[in-house]
């Protein structure tokens, strides 16, 4: 073969990974398939495929009989990309009826042809066998090749991947989660896995999902009261005859010098008698409902032996980790009992979370810009196909956006600055009055980025009043060193701060938030050990999503969306 030949497709579809170390580390071919976008997604459209032998498995978009039933079309999808490889099947190599309806999923075998001039397609296949079909009943199918609402597929959140608009979402998705890896990753950051399971409010708002086997307790100890009702007390008392009967003959055996056998089986007999009793007392102990101490629950009974929750954020557990690893990051679901229907809220979300030690406020507002433009970056230069599908389907700026992100210096202005600017505004009315102090919404967010500075901007310095607990002081006593990035289309992009480092200050923030310091106390070591100036900041996952592909509501961007009502699957 010369060296400018096309390879064979099995060998273009395998990779191979070599790591700084010199470790090699082949992709095994697990199956004979090939995915679909190592055809189509060449530069030349699989042009210079032609001739190769190759198998493909999708799920059909569109098929129809052509000919008068002697051969079909299909476009077949497998969710590599966004693009379909058009595939030929003659009524002589399978049943035609079973291949054509949308949704059906078929693995085949062919060779690739060069389709005739004036089509729009640049290679197809032509099909020799059928290895496999997964058929479909089109009259029960609830995704028929019509025009979707992204409400209708939240019905469906198991089926919808298979829409053109929830794949792509979740390869540009894909996208974004392996750009956030790689830029940590690259920068010196370790991945920490923080827990799901928390006894600390790192926001401090209460609007937390328990965590307790209390329920599911109370109703076993119910059933088995049921099925056998506790001991009563003349039960109990027979009981401790029983023991202190048993316990006498011991002792009388004993006295008498019986046989070691005989001894040994009164002791016997008496050990269970206090087993018995045992379980009798501790049976007799259990009460139907919640335990109760002092008129509250008592969460001493609970699996955790206290309160637990799902955390609202891991940033301070992944704090104490950048306080001895020094730049650290943690990306995983976060959970927030909020009962909002909002298009910007869920119940379960991701969150991306670094945290720097030896770093202050500048330094986490240039970590946080060049992360975000290092995604924007990454999709531009990955994802190309699926955001050109994003504007033209739903935001005809979504890729212009990027590229201004990408290109352009964040504005930084003082939340007392971004204030003042908001006040002067007399152009539009806003729903929340401007006054300093407040916690700026949404529209007051979008307006600076979108109408005053059209770029991102970052706040920074808020009022300490609508700011977290563990946020630094700063030294005018009323604000401090936080900061949001906001962009357009969102708003609020980053939240995140310098942390207080200082012992004594944070210890006083934690009171004055109306918090218990016992919770907090191992977070307090931190202040106490080896303290060490450290910023962070987290982004929310899903926000940057719909930042990149323009979709307006938050549900449709992340694959099983929790919301008040919702938790399906």
Not at 417 to 435: G, M, P, R, S, W
Not at 504 to 525: A, M
Not at 533 to 538: C, Q, V
Request: charge should be negative; proline fraction near 5%.
């Amino acid at each position: 073969m010369s060296d400018d030949a096309t390879p064979p497709i099995h060998e273009m579809a395998a990779a191979t990974l070599t790591d700084n170390s010199g470790c090699r580390v082949q992709w095994a071919q697990f199956s004979r398939r090939v995915l679909i976008r190592t055809i189509v997604c060449r530069p030349d459209g699989g042009v210079g495929l032609a001739g190769q032998k190759v198998a493909v498995g999708g799920w059909v978009k569109t098929g129809r009989e052509q000919g008068k039933g002697t051969f079909a079309f299909l476009e077949l999808n497998d969710g590599s990309c966004p693009a379909n490889l058009q595939v030929i099947v003659d009524a002589s190599v399978a049943p035609l009826v079973q291949l054509v309806p949308t949704g059906t999923c078929v693995f085949v075998e062919g060779e690739l042809k060069k389709p005739p001039e004036g089509t729009k397609q640049n290679v197809e296949l032509r099909v020799e066998k059928v290895i496999d079909v997964g058929s479909v009943d089109p009259a029960k199918y609830p995704l028929p090749k019509t025009k979707l609402t992204l409400e209708f597929l939240r019905d469906f959140v198991h089926l919808r991947p298979r829409t053109n608009t929830i794949s792509a979402v979740a390869r540009i998705r894909n996208a974004l989660a392996y750009a956030t890896h790689t830029f940590f990753q690259k920068n010196g950051f370790l991945y920490v896995h923080t827990p799901i399971i928390t006894t600390s409010d790192c926001e401090g708002a209460g609007e937390m999902f328990q965590v307790t086997t209390l329920f599911s307790d109370a109703e076993k100890v119910e059933k088995e009261f049921k099925q056998n009702p506790p001991p009563s007390e003349a039960e109990i008392e027979a009981a401790k005859l029983l023991v202190k009967e048993k316990g006498e003959d011991v002792s009388q055996l004993k006295s008498a010098k019986a046989s070691k056998e005989v001894i040994t089986a009164s002791v016997g007999e008496l050990t269970k008698a206090k087993e018995s009793l045992a379980k009798l007392e501790e049976r007799s102990k259990l009460k139907p409902g919640l335990p109760q101490k002092d008129g509250k629950i008592d969460y001493s009974h609970d699996f955790f032996a206290r309160q637990a929750f799902l955390t609202v954020s891991g940033q301070l557990q992944v704090e104490g980790f950048a306080c001895a690893l020094s730049s650290v990051y943690t990306f995983g679901p976060t959970f927030r009992a909020e009962h909002s229907h909002t298009s910007r809220h869920l119940a379960e979300f991701w969150m991306v979370e670094p945290e720097i030690a030896f770093a202050d406020l500048e330094d986490d507002m240039n970590c946080a810009e060049a992360y975000v433009k290092f995604l924007c970056c990454w999709l531009l230069d990955n994802c190309l196909d699926d955001m050109q599908f994003m504007i033209k389907n739903f935001d005809k700026s979504a890729i212009d956006r990027l590229k201004m992100v990408l290109s352009t210096p964040f504005e930084r202005i003082s939340y007392t600055e971004a204030v003042e600017l908001l006040e002067k505004v007399t152009e539009k009315k806003f729903e929340n009055k401007v006054e300093w102090g407040m916690d700026l919404a949404s529209e007051h967010e979008r307006y600076l980025t979108e109408v005053i500075f059209k770029k991102p901007v970052i706040v920074y310095n808020y009022p300490k009043g609508i700011k977290a607990f563990y946020m630094r002081l700063n030294d005018d006593m009323k604000t401090v060193a936080a900061m949001d990035v906001l962009v357009p289309k969102v708003g609020e992009l980053i939240g995140g701060s310098q942390r207080e480092e200082r012992y004594e200050v944070i210890e006083k923030r934690i009171l004055e938030t109306g918090l218990p310091l016992e919770p907090y106390d191992w977070y307090l070591d931190l202040r106490r050990y080896g303290t060490v100036k450290h910023s962070g900041f987290g982004l929310g996952f899903e926000r940057m999503v719909l930042f990149a592909t323009g979709i307006d509501n938050i549900r449709d961007v992340i694959p099983f969306p929790r919301y008040p009502g919702r938790a399906d699957l």
